[in-house]
């Protein structure tokens, strides 16, 4: 009888581990999901602040003759180095100072003929070279006499 009560107790004892061991497998797929689910999320609220930011930018550009005045107004921190204007943003995407900076907005304005420009609109994360969102936007501002 003693030799019976001893093996059931080890087979006991292993499907314990057996399960214990599942669990922990099932556990580590779960979180991995759980942090690849976190960070999808978050890349997809980074790229919706960008389009809407860039939609508000191209709006503004549309609605005034006077473009970088029009930015300027909605955005004091905005930047002019040549033919671009920068627009810093924070980490949750409102207007700040280049020194607090966490993504960027630069409009590049290209000049065609008869009055037709087209401007590029390209939102960067602050030291990386690739594109968060980026959006070309053509408009027709006639000539002044």
Same mark, same amino acid.
């Given at each position: ?13 292993? *499907?314990?581990?057996? @399960?214990?061991?599942?669990?922990? &497998? ?6 991995? =999901?759980? &942090? ?7 890349d997809?609220? &980074? =790229? ?10 191209? *709006?503004? =550009? ?7 005045? @029009?930015?300027?107004?909605y955005?004091?921190?905005? $930047?002019? *180095? ?8 924070? *980490? @949750?995407? $409102? @207007? ?11 409009? $590049? ?28 936007? &053509?408009?027709?501002?006639? =000539?002044?006499?």
């Amino acid at each position: 009888m003693k030799k019976q009560a001893s093996n059931r107790s080890g087979l006991l004892l292993m *499907e314990i581990i057996i @399960a214990i061991l599942f669990f922990s &497998v099932i556990s580590a797929i779960c979180l991995q =999901l759980f &942090v690849k689910s976190h960070t999808l999320s978050r890349d997809t609220e &980074v =790229l919706d602040s960008a389009v809407n930011e860039t939609s508000s930018a191209a *709006e503004l =550009l549309h609605s005034t003759e006077d473009a970088e005045s @029009a930015l300027r107004e909605y955005y004091p921190a905005l $930047k002019k *180095e040549d033919s671009r204007l920068y627009i810093y943003y924070d *980490e @949750a995407f $409102k @207007a700040c100072a280049e020194t607090d900076a966490v993504y960027y907005m630069e409009i $590049k304005k290209e000049s065609a003929e008869n009055g037709i420009f087209e401007y590029k609109l390209t939102v960067n994360k602050s030291g990386s070279s690739s594109h968060i969102y980026e959006m070309e936007y &053509v408009t027709y501002e006639p =000539l002044k006499p």
